[in-house]
Antibody
Framework: EVQVVESGGGLVQPGGSLRLCCAA?????????MSWVRQAPGKGLEWVSG????????YFADSVKGRFTLSRDNFKNTLCLQMNSLRAEDTAIYFC?????????????WGQGTMVTVSS | NFMLTQPHSVSESPGKTVTISCTGS????????VQWYQQRPGSAPTTVIY?????PSGVPDRFSGSIDSSSNSASLTISGLKTEDEADYYC??????????FGGGTKLTVL
């Protein structure tokens, strides 16, 4: 079964850091671009970041650029989002998403999400 | 910045057909593929349409997607509505500045 499973969410103080990871299984991880999408409580979907299949290129929403970094380990089938200088507005469910191919291709498989709460 | 605009909500009766629109703010919506995602309450999104009009395996053919270049919009049409179709629906497309853009979402009520 193709699936992605997020981990690492939790409660963090403003200005703090958190590392989210996503474990992929059931497909050849190294062939597909991956992304993170978040959803603030009661709000819509917001794309956060994406990475090419090789990890050679990363892309970020303006709202997180300079604070978040994205990396992948194609040997461990893992994707990780390092989030620094967290703000209250980063509070959201973070979904790991598998692309259908390249970075410009549609998303197809979504994880169940991991909750990040930024609060003092 | 490129934006996608959806109606906040739509409602229709079981067995009927509903269409949800997604309008691009600039450029041509036909320049990049449009996707549609369904999100039921308390669940993660799932893909119902990709590349404008393609259905993933397992998605019933009651779901269809289309592009109208004249109005710079995409549409998701659901026919033979069922109560299980009640959900939030989001359109999505790729922006020329290397980022993904989602519409604000449309709440579909089947009553």
């Amino acid at each position: 079964e193709v699936q992605v499973v997020e981990s690492g969410g939790g409660l963090v103080q403003p200005g703090g850091s958190l590392r989210l990871c996503c474990a992929a299984s059931g497909f050849t991880f190294s062939k597909y671009a991956m992304s993170w999408v978040r959803q603030a409580p009661g709000k819509g979907l917001e794309w956060v970041s994406g990475i090419t299949n090789t990890g050679g290129d990363t892309y970020f929403a303006d709202s997180v650029k300079g604070r978040f970094t994205l990396s992948r380990d194609n040997f461990k089938n893992t994707l990780c989002l390092q989030m620094n200088s967290l703000r209250a507005e980063d509070t959201a469910i973070y979904f790991c998403v598998k692309g259908r191919g390249s970075i410009r291709d549609a998303f197809d498989i979504w994880g169940q999400g991991t909750m990040v709460t930024v609060s003092s | 910045n490129f934006m996608l605009t959806q109606p906040h909500s739509v409602s229709e009766s079981p067995g009927k057909t509903v269409t949800i629109s997604c309008t691009g703010s600039s450029g041509s919506i036909a320049s990049n593929y449009v996707q549609w995602y369904q999100q039921r309450p308390g669940s993660a999104p799932t893909t119902v349409i990709y590349e404008d009009d393609q259905r993933p395996s397992g998605v019933p053919d009651r779901f269809s997607g289309s592009i109208d270049s004249s109005s710079n919009s995409a549409s998701l049409t659901i026919s033979g509505l069922k109560t299980e179709d009640e959900a939030d629906y989001y359109c999505q497309s790729y922006d020329s500045s290397d980022r993904w853009v989602f519409g604000g979402g449309t709440k579909l009520t089947v009553l």
